[in-house]
Each structure stands twice: as structure tokens, then as C-alpha cells.
């Protein structure tokens, strides 16, 4: 692979535990023993674009002046990446709570700090204006996640990973080239595409009585605002769909889960470097999703 990949996103230390079960509301469960590693959505993916070989890969951030932003930028020049779009803030740097069960299913919450404050400035704009693939998430502003996609160039493609999930206004919808989101996500979004009916809608949120949709009516329900979805499966692989072509499942390596965190994260990451290599679409989610 070659081309040269720009992810715009958020990077947090994690502090993982393991846990034989999810707490329930108000429950106190004696874990295992913490571990604290380099994380956040931007960071692993761009992590992942480096680490997959041939894609020229920045990382455009925002960290504390503190031992975690440390931490994390030895995690992001150890693969690779090029850090010096990575600005220092006086917010602490961005902080994730993870507890993993015996199966490898983690629950997570985010404490965003510097990630807030990611923005796009002129050394950044003019990168973002040299690459083939600018990937994003949603752990930082939206109006950063506009500025990034509005600073690309001609013929390089946009591609958001919506997650977590939000709501997301007219002006990203418009810049979407790529549009990836796993199952949850897909059925958040899909309603706002405006190609479901009513009882689609509402059981596409988990709320009708009906059956939720398929993966491939989530997709075609979003392809009324993007060109192209992927919408990962988990186990189950990956749903590939563009206009005017058929959908193509992907499927999944079949494995025994140890820790699912940053899953999604690698998958984002290569599929990225794969595009910017030249790699078509469901070429470039096959070698993602054994990624």
C-alpha cells in the first residue's frame, strides 16, 4: 500500500479492569487489577493506518501537559506516525474508562479533557490538504469534524466513523464520502436518512413493535445521504454498500475474543490505509476486518 492518510479524532490513556460481570445500577463489583495504555478512537486508528503498512500516516490532536500525553505520543511515533499536528493544551489529556468481562465484551466511558479542544489550524489545513483518506470520529467538536473534511482536497475521500453515537447536522452529512458504523449505530442514523418509513424508523431505534431492520435496509436507508456504508457486524463480518452496486458481506475471521477494545478502531484505521493505497472498497474491508 502507499498514499497518505490524515486522522482527525481524539486520543485517550485507558484504564482498563477486568470484571466478571457489568455492574448493574448502583452495584460495587470487585475487579481485577488496572492497567493504564495509550487509547482514544483518533489515536488507535491512526495507530492502525501506520502499523498496516505503506499508508503515510498523521495524527491531528490534542493532548494534556501531562505523563499520559507521554505515554501517548511514545504509542504514536513507535508505530509510525507522525505527530506534529498534535497540539499541547492545558486540559488534562483525554481519560477512558474501560471494564472488560471473561468473554472480552468491555463497557467504556470517556472523559474527554484536551480532545475537546482538537481544532484545525493552518499547518493542519494545509496537510489535510495533502492526503488521500481523512478519517474521523466523533470524540471531539463537530465543527473540527466539518473544518477537517471542508480542508481536503479535490478527489480525496472523507471518511467519518460515527462513533459514539450523536446526532449529526446537515453540514456532515453533506461532506461524507464514507460513512462507517457498526449495527448500533447504523440504526441511530438511519432514521435521520429519511428513507425509512415510520415503523421502519421506529424499530430501526428499538422502539416499534415491529422487527428491527436488517443490516441491509440500514444501509440502504443511509445510502439516501451517503455514497458509501460499511456497517460493521461484529462476528458476523462486515455490510459493504455503495450506489449502484450490489451490497457485499465481508465476513469475519472466526476467533476467540480476548479484549474487544479497539476492534472497531483497527478496522477504521486499515480500511483507510487500504484506500489510500488504491484498494476498492470491499477489497479494503476484507483486509480491515482480519486486521
Known sequence: ?????????????????????????????????????????????????????????????????DGAADLLLESLTGAGVHEDLVALSD??????????????????????????????????AARLAQADVVLVQLEIPLETVVAAARARRDGARFVLNAAPSRELPPEVWAELDLL??????????????????SNDAAAAAGTGERAAVGPEDLATALLEKVPAVVITLGGDGA??????????????????AVDTTGAGDTFCGVLAAALAGGAGLADAARLASAA
Not at 185 to 190: G, I, K, P, V
Not at 251 to 256: G, H, L, N, R
Open 1 to 65: 500500500m502507499s498514499g497518505t492518510v490524515v486522522v482527525v479524532g481524539s486520543a485517550n490513556v485507558d484504564l482498563v479492569v477486568d470484571v466478571p460481570r457489568h455492574p448493574g445500577p448502583g452495584e460495587t463489583v470487585l475487579g481485577g487489577r488496572l492497567r493504564r495504555s495509550p487509547g482514544g478512537k483518533g489515536a488507535n486508528q491512526a495507530v492502525a493506518a501506520a502499523r498496516a503498512g505503506g499508508a503515510d500516516t498523521w495524527f491531528l490532536g490534542a493532548l494534556g501537559r
Open 91 to 124: 486540559e488534562a489529556t483525554g481519560t477512558a474508562l474501560i471494564w472488560i468481562t471473561d468473554d472480552g465484551e468491555n463497557a467504556i466511558i470517556v472523559a474527554p479533557g484536551a480532545n475537546s479542544e482538537v481544532a484545525v489550524d493552518d499547518a493542519a
Open 180 to 197: 462507517v458504523v457498526n449495527e448500533h449505530e447504523a440504526r441511530d442514523l438511519a432514521p435521520a436518512a429519511g428513507a425509512l418509513g
Open 239 to 256: 455490510l459493504v454498500a455503495e450506489r449502484g452496486a450490489d451490497p457485499v458481506t465481508v465476513p469475519a475471521p472466526k476467533v476467540t
